[in-house]
């Protein structure tokens, strides 16, 4: 018997506004066997930014890890457009997924440009998102600050016009300032039809960009809603549900 393989649309072929782009269902995952979210539920659909909100340890990083299939479901499922089968990081890539993990991707030993060049998209891209990276792009990126170091990693992500992005902590140890500036891109990408799970501590400023929002509490959702019913509450929402895992 002969099988078709169903063919995986690659990431040239744009989502349609509204589609839903990742969708996680019944999600439970962790690590060597030992569950750090549970039964997560959450939908993203193309130009639309969700945030996942919660404390150090709330399980934020390992849900951007199974959706990007790091880390394998332990029960319930993943899927892409649609495509539920398992899937390792590369191949996410080859469906259009851009990730930005925690660690600051970007390579110091490097010129800006030549970071740039290691994109799979164009230089002329990435600073079309962060036209004031130009000026920089000769000196070696450990000599850039952190913010241009994340501005850099974001817009050479973004060059290769991926249809999901999913950002770990796009803000950790920045000012405000550069945060609301790599958010802004982010939205505006979002605003292009880009499907944004969007991880971060910091609570106002990611209800300012996101369309909704998700808070994990001990690897578990305590709190969905949209963003705008949300943003007049965002000291208490920090108060509650970010202020550790002890209680
Ligand atoms: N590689 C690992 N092996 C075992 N346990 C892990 C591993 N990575 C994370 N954990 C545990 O899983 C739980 C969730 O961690 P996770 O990193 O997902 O949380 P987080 O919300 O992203 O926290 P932070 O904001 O500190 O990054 C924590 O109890 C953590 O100790």
């Known amino acids: 018997m002969t099988t078709t393989a169903r063919p995986e649309r690659t990431a040239a072929e744009p989502a349609r506004a509204g589609e839903v782009v990742v969708e996680a269902h019944g999600l439970t995952a962790g690590y060597a066997g030992t569950p ?52 390792r990081l590369h191949q996410r890539a080859r469906q259009g997924l851009g990730f930005l993990t925690e660690e600051r991707c970007v390579f110091m ?28 792009l000769h000196k070696k990126v450990g000599l850039l600050s952190g913010g241009q170091q994340q501005m850099l990693a974001l817009g050479r992500v973004l060059a290769a016009r991926p249809r999901v992005l999913l950002a770990d902590e796009l803000s950790l140890g920045l000012a405000p300032m550069v945060v609301e500036r790599l958010l802004a891109a ?57 202020t550790g895992e002890a209680s």
């Open 36 to 87: 750090a979210v549970h039964e997560v539920d959450l939908e993203v659909r193309a130009g639309e930014v969700v945030a996942l909100l919660g404390a150090n340890g709330a399980g934020k990083t390992t849900t951007l890890l199974a959706l990007a299939g790091e880390v394998t479901p332990i029960a319930g499922s993943v899927a892409f457009h649609g495509d539920a089968r398992r899937r």
């Open 109 to 136: 030993g490097l010129t800006g440009w030549q970071n740039l060049r290691l994109g799979r998209g164009r230089p002329e891209d990435a600073l079309a998102h962060f036209p004031e990276l130009e000026e920089h």
């Open 186 to 242: 982010v939205r505006s990408a979002a605003d292009d039809g880009l499907a944004v799970v969007l991880v971060e501590q910091h609570v106002r400023q990611a209800l300012a960009v996101a369309d909704r929002v998700h808070v994990l509490r001990r690897g578990r959702v305590v709190l969905s809603g949209a963003a705008a019913d949300l943003r007049a509450d965002a000291a208490g929402i920090a108060a509650h549900y970010l």
